[in-house]
């Protein structure tokens, strides 16, 4: 019996003329629109209720809560394509452990896969890779974003090799479809809408821009994507002269992509927030506030964001065993503290300290490149 599926395989950017290009992106930017809409489409009709009766239960709360967030999520995904539609973004080649990077990734995200009831089954090779990191990291995120909105039960991640030419494959599969729902009219028809979402562009055209091959299959209700990386470091690197390869090993210093990234700030003041908010403005960076550790704590356990920042006052014993637990799931998890005062400018790991520090007074000037740095340095 025909399976209905969906195959892309590209190596680069399509070679389109200007006037498909340009459809392309007007579906796009339709496309972002839709999204945003929907869910604050929904949350405004919830204010509306909320404003006649003055009462709102938790579910509901909760219910308002997530729609503000998918819509923000949305807008931010909309930055990150505008980042590629510009064709300014420029890439610094590194050779990366795939499987390290992705292990990264998935520890990370571990609380939130688990909340969402969705279990992971890695069977990772070791594979050197030569890309730009912080795309890599994008899109390893892009894609298990994709894989957890649409997933039933668990996704599984493989790595592995194409025999010849022999190429690292990253490949993701999960069920689009509850099992029980599969028959033989499920089996033929096309792929559910939402697995084209601004999530799955976004993969796409990050995947074009590094390069990679992309192969997506939609069938019997089971989804597998496959990207190939035709710049595999093996025994005679191929793809990059030598001289490359050693400038592009020494690259780390922007190893993670800020855009998209999640930073949760831990201050209680309405002046060290602000003082924060503004440094990070012009990030392209996911920010929450929230006033203590505790509420800390509360926020972080559906899922942990990319890094902590925390001023000084806020620091005791409760801190300490909050971010020893983060610690134990994720080794290598950002924290960076905020000092009452001076031009302080430290690292992890300068002179011993287990956490970056900055000085409040040079917090705008200090704090985006402390958080590339910290971000960087787990790749």
């Known amino acids: 019996m025909p399976q ?11 070679e389109a003329d200007a006037a498909t290009d340009a459809e392309r992106w007007h579906e796009l930017v339709s496309q972002v629109g839709a999204e945003i809409a929907a869910p604050l489409t929904a949350a405004l009709e919830r204010i509306h209720v909320l404003t006649a009766t003055g009462k709102i239960d938790r579910a509901g709360l909760r219910a308002l ?3 503000v967030e998918q819509a923000r999520q949305v807008g931010m995904i909309g930055q990150q394509l505008t980042r590629f539609a510009s064709g300014r973004v420029r890439q610094s080649h590194e050779v990366l452990q795939l499987e390290e990077v992705l292990k990264s990734v998935l520890a990370l995200r571990a609380r939130e896969t688990q909340a969402r009831g969705i279990g992971l089954k890695p069977q990772l090779k070791s594979a050197r890779v030569i890309v730009d990191g912080s795309l890599l990291f994008s899109l390893l995120n892009a ?6 909105a649409n997933a039933h039960a668990h996704v599984e991640y493989t790595i592995d090799f194409k025999t010849w030419p022999v190429l690292a494959r990253l490949t993701c599969k999960f069920a689009h479809r509850p099992a029980d729902q599969v028959d033989d009219e499920s089996v033929t028809a096309s792929a559910p809408p939402r697995l ?7 993969i796409e055209q990050t995947a074009w821009t590094m390069g990679l091959v992309v192969d997506r299959k939609d069938a019997a209700g089971i989804s597998t994507l496959v990207l190939e990386f035709p710049k595999t470091a093996g025994e005679e690197m ?3 002269s030598a001289s490359e390869i050693d400038d592009a090993s020494t690259q780390s210093g922007n190893s993670k992509a800020l855009a998209g990234s999640h930073v949760l700030v831990v201050a209680s003041r309405r002046e060290v927030r602000v003082l924060i908010r503004d440094a990070l403005r012009n990030m392209s960076m996911l920010v929450d506030f929230v006033s203590s550790v505790d509420e800390a704590a509360s926020f972080c356990k559906e899922g942990l964001p990319h890094a902590i920042i925390i001023e000084s006052i806020q620091r005791g014993g409760r801190f300490t065993s909050f971010r020893d637990e983060i610690l134990g799931e994720v080794p290598d998890f950002v924290f960076i503290e905020i000092l009452e005062q001076g031009s302080t400018f430290e690292m992890s790991g300068t002179n011993g300290a287990t956490m970056a520090r900055i000085g409040r007074d040079v917090v705008a000037s200090s704090l985006p490149a402390a958080l590339m740095f910290e971000l960087s340095r787990s790749l």
């Open 65 to 67: 809560r997530d729609e």
């Open 196 to 202: 084209d979402s601004l999530s799955w562009r976004l």
């Open 4 to 14: 209905a599926s969906l195959s892309l395989a590209v190596r680069n950017h399509p």
């Open 238 to 240: 191929e793809g990059l």
């Open 143 to 148: 894609t298990l974003d994709w894989a957890l």
